[in-house]
């Protein structure tokens, strides 16, 4: 049975089928089943039971079946090299939505595409033919694709999700093969030569024995050669799937907790827990676990000797694993913060059992990234209820490599800094609170005795203007100085005070020459030239760059206690510690 392009796209239809069964003989459950005729909506096959509930992160296996009619093999191979097959899967919502009509038509639908493959026309696909053994009359070809499709899970909001299969079917045209016989510039033999049409002028005097010549085919009419109009893919009919609704079989969450028990060892303990959702009402075999930290170490503290894999899960189960992650040698000795994030691999294996037949695969892997970064004073513990602020930030950002962006709340760690705070009468907040991105890019050589400079780069990421003052906080060191004893008050060995003529001193100058002996505190080592900086008014959007000179005293590593910033208009203020560090060197012994 001989037919064309065209007939062959109007007679085929390609439809989707996903079995309820797990494990099933595509091949033996087709030969028996009954083909529906392409009339409505309808599906093509009716007899094979198939999946009403699909599972987010999921391996579903999905057949994509061709029913064409019967015909011969090599033609029907012909027609199958030239088919492009194209599957996608779409989250959407099945409830009806504002917009929708009742057919199921949405205008303003949100949808999201889940899971995308093509068909590859190259395997060998699985044949069936059907129908009556009386003649060709009457008789089909069931030609089936296996796909293996991955459910990932939408990454928009959905009501009452469910996955609508959306396939596209077409006939290639057929490739024009190429020539591939090798140019010959001489005629091929027993071809006359074309007419001389300067043949009569041969016997000329006037030519003096030259024989002229002029070929016929230079005088012929060239005719235009209409352009090719390429050949168009021809559609194939397809059945229009409905929604199969969709919902997660398991729900999964890391958290974070930083770990103290070890002196001079970062690590942070992640807790796995997993959740079987009550509206599943499915028993889950939860078959393995895998926490991997790319870069260091992860020790599993539960085991097998308290929970072993696999095991069943009802719903409303939620289980929990722990694991202690040990960041590389480089983040404990100091590393930059910038690479303190380190990748954080997680997959979790099992299977639903919904029916006796039907136990779907659930695969999850995501990735995620922990911070390993110290924090700016690890030896001083958990502060107290009362010096806790009520808006304290979730995290500290990491800085970007080469510059130092703040975002760092104001704290109080130097009697300075909070002798400062307390007699201005500023409240304490964060860069997020006022709205403010400073970002400080220092010099890379630093000598003694040399003055150098900061960079500072203000933006206003508020919606209101502000006037801004910048203020550095030197870092004072305190040493430790000879006890000095205290003489006897000379107002106690005054005679007029014993007569109460003469009242007792308020100071005694005895006991403030022996603090200020124990007090006393180190030289400076660096000095800023720039006493205060203010700006503004900076405008919403806008951004601002200014300078600070330092002059560095000593050799070695140099400190700053902090970076004040000051909203003038609300006398909010900032302390930004996270700053670049000062190396300063002997530019004679470096030499």
């Known amino acids: 049975m001989s037919r064309d392009s065209a007939e062959f796209a109007e007679t085929s239809v390609v439809d989707v089928l996903i079995p309820e069964a797990s494990s099933v003989d595509i091949e033996e459950a087709l030969a028996s089943s009954e083909v529906a005729r392409y009339e409505d909506d309808s599906a093509l096959i009716t007899s094979v039971p198939q999946r009403s509930l699909l599972f987010f992160d999921e391996k579903l296996s999905i057949y994509v079946v061709l029913r064409t009619p019967y015909q011969d093999e090599t033609q029907l191979k012909g027609y199958i090299s030239r088919l492009q097959i194209v599957l996608e899967a779409h989250a959407t919502s099945s409830s009806p939505r504002p917009g929708e009509s009742h057919q199921g038509q949405t205008t303003n639908q949100p949808r999201d595409v889940i899971w995308s493959g093509k068909v590859n026309v190259s395997e060998d696909p699985i044949i069936v033919v059907e129908g009556s053994d009386d003649g060709d009359e009457g008789q089909a070809v069931l030609v089936i694709w296996r796909l293996t499709a991955f459910l990932s899970r939408p990454r928009i909001r959905l009501q009452s999700p469910a996955i609508m299969f959306k396939i596209s079917a077409s006939l290639q045209p057929p490739a024009t093969g190429s020539s591939t016989q090798e140019y010959d510039p001489y005629l091929p033999s027993g071809v006359p030569l074309p007419i001389n049409l300067l043949q009569p002028l041969q016997d000329d005097p006037a030519l003096k024995g030259i024989a002229p010549r002029l070929s016929a085919l230079r005088l012929s009419r060239i005719t235009a050669i209409p352009p090719t109009i390429p050949l168009k893919p021809l559609p194939l009919r397809t059945v229009s799937k409905k929604a199969v609704r969709a919902i997660p079989a398991i729900s999964a ?60 899960c009802r719903p409303r189960d939620n289980i929990g694993f722990l694991y202690r992650l040990t960041p590389p040698e480089a983040v404990h000795d100091g590393g930059s913060s910038a690479l303190s994030a380190k990748a954080l691999e997680v997959s979790i294996d099992g299977e639903v059992l919904v029916s006796a037949i039907c136990h779907p695969s659930i695969h999850m892997r995501w990735r995620t990234n922990v911070d390993f970064s110290t924090a700016l004073n690890p030896n001083f513990g958990k502060p107290g209820q009362s ?31 909070k002798s400062a705070t307390e007699g201005s009468g500023r409240t304490s907040t964060t860069m997020a609170d006022i709205g403010i991105t400073a970002t400080f890019t220092a010099t ?36 430790e100085g000879r006890k000095v004893g205290s003489r006897p008050s000379s107002s106690s060995s005054n005679p007029a005070s014993k007569t109460g003529s003469v009242a007792d001193a308020v100071v005694d100058e005895n006991m403030l020459h022996a603090v200020m002996k124990t007090q006393s505190t180190e030289g400076a080592q660096l000095v800023c030239l720039t006493t205060e900086i203010k700006i503004g008014p900076l405008s919403p959007g806008s951004c601002y760059f200014t300078e600070v000179k330092f002059l560095p005293l000593a050799q070695g590593f140099l400190h700053i206690e902090a970076a004040r910033i000051i909203d003038l208009s609300t006398n909010e203020t900032v302390d930004i510690r996270d700053l670049p560090d000062i190396h300063a060197l002997d530019r004679v012994s470096d030499e």
């Open 387 to 417: 010096m806790q602020r009520n808006h304290r930030p979730t995290s500290l950002p990491a800085p970007v490599a080469g510059t130092f962006q703040a975002n760092i709340p104001a704290e109080s760690g130097s009697d300075l800094a």
């Open 253 to 312: 969450r890391m958290r974070y907790h930083r770990s103290s028990d070890t002196v001079g060892k970062l690590s942070i303990i992640a807790s796995l827990d997993i959740e079987i959702p009550v509206f599943a009402n499915n028993d889950v075999d939860l078959q393995s676990v895998n926490v991997q930290l790319n870069e260091g170490e992860t020790e599993d503290l539960v085991g097998d000797y308290i929970l072993k894999l696999p095991v069943k």
């Open 444 to 479: 890379e050589e630093v000598y003694v005795g040399e003055t150098f400079t900061w960079d500072i780069f203000i933006v206003n990421r508020s919606t209101q203007s502000r006037r801004l003052a910048i203020v550095i906080i030197p870092k004072l060191k305190r040493v």
